[in-house]
């Protein structure tokens, strides 16, 4: 059996946007690790090789020329790469990769990620059909968000593929366009839940002994739900628990409508930077925060540091009210923290047992549940334990091979 994922997103810094690029690179890694030949089929940069193998993942990086003109990232230019991407990758994975393996009695499965691959499983399929060898390859394409579902021909797409995609809450989502996915769910590396820096994690729970340290890692869209962590902040501050919001989001202009609320409200927000990497550096940048209610962090949050943040924090507030599946609020279970999500797609999160779970915009609801839980005889240790638990079902092999490869 060859696999071949068909992306956007991958594993360069160039391919990398955000949550799909995670997915990728876990699912390309985790079936090339459980001994599958993998082949990545990806927007990669501009500057480096065309191809590349690592071991049983092969990479190949597509509409390189365009990307050397388009110096942004993987959707600068998107348009002209969706373009090139549909009309060039299908001929050449089917006539140089697909018919050599598939004639000499192969399976192939090919994943497909989001809009911008759907004309590409179209062609394929025809390709496919022309050459008499359809009925050994399964087609699988998936929907992480309902970003660019107007575009897509879902009657087409339906008979090309079977359909997928991350949760129960987006199989409901995708009902209205007349099709009925099969869920699949994302994954975490295995590294998410490796030890959070002890060090790191004890000193910031001494110096935040007599605040509720909360944190939050999105971007600043409306979506995340921005602005009922700063009013659960101005909430928990009239009540005289003391927040700190530790505060990281993107560069996205709903930022300016936060910092607005903050202001209203009569928090103060504070900046701070990590000059470099690591757990020590973030606690060393928002160690003096002069009072301040919310510190927004102006540097990248690295795995170590947000393993560090997540243990340590009272809760993370992963509340959203869009959310396809939820990585934030996985991520910070398997650091062993205290992940307060929305009531969307994160299909992991059981209520009260191994997370908060919101279903209003009431700041009231989250002080409510939280003071429930802090004053449970045992704290919020359970809670933390159980979340480890269900992490661990959630790395990418038990993934596969409980919901993937039972599907090809």
């Given amino acids: ?33 459980l001994g599958n030949h ?49 009309a060039s ?40 059909r022309k050459e008499h060898v359809r009925d050994q390859v399964t087609i699988l394409w998936n ?3 309902t970003f660019g579902f107007e575009r897509i021909d879902w009657q087409r797409l339906s008979q090309a593929a079977i359909i997928t995609t991350v949760s129960r809450y987006m199989r409901h989502c995708m009902r209205f366009q007349d099709v009925d996915p099969i869920v699949i769910p994302n994954g975490i590396e295995e590294t998410a839940l490796a030890p959070a820096d002890a060090r790191a994690t004890a000193e910031l729970r001494s110096r935040f002994a007599d ?30 628990a003391r927040p700190l919001l530790v505060a990281r989001g993107g560069v996205e202009s709903h930022r300016s409508d936060v910092l607005a609320r903050a202001a ?15 757990a020590a550096a973030l606690v060393g940048a928002i160690s003096d925060v002069n009072g301040g209610d919310v510190v927004m962090l102006e540097s990248h949050l690295d795995a170590d540091s947000r393993r560090s943040l997540f243990r340590a924090a009272d809760a993370v507030l992963a509340n959203s009210g869009h959310e396809p599946f939820g990585l934030v609020g996985l991520e910070t279970m398997a650091a062993g923290g205290v992940a307060c999500t929305g009531c969307s797609g994160e299909d992991y999160a059981q209520p009260g047992r191994n997370a908060l779970v919101l279903q209003t915009d009431d700041p009231r ?23 480890r638990s269900t992490a661990r079902q959630y790395v990418w092999k038990r993934v596969i091979e409980r919901a993937l490869l039972p599907r090809v």
């Fill in 1 to 33: 059996m060859q696999f071949h994922i068909l992306s956007f997103e991958g594993p360069d810094a160039y391919a990398r946007a955000g949550g799909i690029s995670s997915r990728i690179t876990g699912l390309s890694e985790g079936l090339a690790r």
């Fill in 38 to 86: 993998t082949h990545l089929w990806f927007i990669g940069a501009p500057d480096l090789a065309g191809s590349e193998s690592r071991g049983n993942l092969h990479l190949h990086r597509w509409c390189q020329w365009i990307s050397s003109y388009h110096p942004g990232g993987v959707y600068d230019g998107d348009f002209r790469k969706v373009s090139d991407y549909t």
């Fill in 89 to 128: 990758l299908p001929p050449y994975l089917v006539y140089q990769t697909l018919l050599p393996h598939l004639r000499g009695g192969g399976r192939a499965t090919i994943l497909a990620e989001e809009w911008h691959t759907v004309d590409a499983v179209l062609h394929l399929d025809w390709l496919l």
């Fill in 143 to 145: 929907a992480n968000n």
């Fill in 211 to 240: 605040r509720t340290l909360l944190a939050k890692v999105a971007r600043f869209d409306p979506d995340k739900r921005w602005l009922l962590a700063i009013d659960i902040v101005a909430d928990l501050k009239r009540r005289g």
């Fill in 264 to 278: 209203q409200l009569g928090l103060s927000v504070v900046e701070r930077r990590a000059e470099v990497p690591g």
């Fill in 365 to 387: 609801e989250f002080t409510t549940l939280f003071t429930r839980l802090r004053n449970s005889p045992l704290g919020d240790q359970p809670l933390r334990r159980a979340a």
